[in-house]
């Protein structure tokens, strides 16, 4: 069982507040997507961190629901250069189930190779439409531009960075 952790409020699981914890600062503004974007959500994250809400064409970090996750916002993120591609956006999804070990019902089953991973790691993430793993499949051709991705469920955490290879289970 994790430490109690004051969460800004609900639909805030815990993974996803300590990693906005951790990320934020005043010079990294942050898009937090409707229906996460609250008053008092905004209010905790400046008062912690000193980090003020923008858009999401400027936020360098943004966090999001999967339900709430559509082709608009991903679009909009923040990709970085050649040049500089640590500008690319850190994008924060809470999503419905989360597990290294086990298939979950309805699922995306990933492999996930590159830098860190010794051999080939998988990974099951409920809640994220076909479409979007597409699209996060389609951005690894622009390396070293691209998003970094957090997945939160709860306590729980992966990170998937730019510059992972990921393909879909059949």
Request: net charge negative; hydrophobic share 45%.
């Amino acid at each position: 069982q994790p430490p109690a952790t004051q969460h800004p409020a609900h639909p805030f699981g815990l993974a996803m507040t300590v990693s906005l914890l951790t990320l934020l600062d005043p010079e990294a503004p942050l898009h937090l997507h409707s229906p996460l974007n609250s008053a008092a959500a905004a209010a905790y994250f400046r008062f912690h961190c000193g980090a003020a809400l923008t858009d999401a064409s400027a936020a360098p970090i943004v966090a999001t629901r999967a339900a709430d996750l559509h082709s608009g916002l991903w679009a909009a993120l923040a990709q970085g250069s050649d040049e500089a591609p640590q500008l690319g956006a850190t994008l924060l999804i809470e999503v419905a189930g989360l597990d290294e070990q086990q298939p979950l019902s309805g699922a995306a089953l990933l492999q996930l190779r590159g830098p860190g991973i010794q051999h080939v790691q998988s990974l099951a993430v409920q809640g994220l439409a076909p479409d979007f793993w597409r699209w996060r499949q389609g951005q690894q051709r622009a390396l070293p531009r691209g998003i970094d991705l957090v997945l939160c469920c709860g306590p729980r955490l992966a990170a998937i960075p730019r510059s992972t290879h990921l393909t879909l289970e059949a």
